[in-house]
């Protein structure tokens, strides 16, 4: 198992965003309905992101 001294070192830390544009209207209704599910949306796209770097890079 891998020890890391210090956060730089370890390239699993979570220090890069994703900024993009998308609808008032779109945005508000995944918002209540991630609410609703008690659902993490950060959580949620890095899930969606490793789903697709799994399936597409072979």
Do not use: C, G
Not at 5 to 34: A, V
Not at 36 to 50: G, M, P
Request: net charge positive; hydrophobic share 30%.
């Amino acid at each position: 198992m891998q020890v890391y001294e210090n956060t730089r070192e370890n390239p699993f830390e979570k220090n890069s965003y994703f900024r993009f544009r998308i609808d008032e209207k779109t945005k508000k209704k995944f918002q209540e309905i991630t609410k609703r599910q008690a659902i993490n949306t950060s959580e949620l796209f890095r899930q969606w992101i490793e789903a697709y770097i799994a399936e597409h890079a072979k």
